[in-house]
């Protein structure tokens, strides 16, 4: 057995279409996709509002708390050179 290890991009079609000359005809051949988890489908409105009935309240019994935050340091004011995005702007 010899394992073929490539990287394809699926289309704006949410299909992914891959040739993989093999060197033999008439031949069944076992193909693994790996799809990443990082790539997750947005939820329903449906699945939205499960989740948040599941979820709301649940840190009732141990609340975040939001400690003091210190003092800020006075920063200077930005100055902003808006010349040369009116010239890109205008183009």
């Known amino acids: 057995m010899e394992t073929l290890r490539l990287h394809a991009q699926a289309g704006h079609d949410g299909v992914l279409r891959i040739d993989i000359p093999v060197g033999i005809a008439d031949v069944d051949c076992e193909i693994v996709v790996t799809i990443p988890s990082s790539v997750a489908q947005p939820m329903t409105t449906e699945e939205l509002n499960r989740f948040v009935d599941e979820t709301a309240g649940s840190l009732a019994a141990n609340p975040i708390e939001r400690l003091p935050q210190g003092d800020y340091e ?7 050179d808006l010349s040369a995005a009116v010239r890109v702007a205008q183009r």
């Open 74 to 80: 006075e920063r200077d004011a930005l100055q902003w």
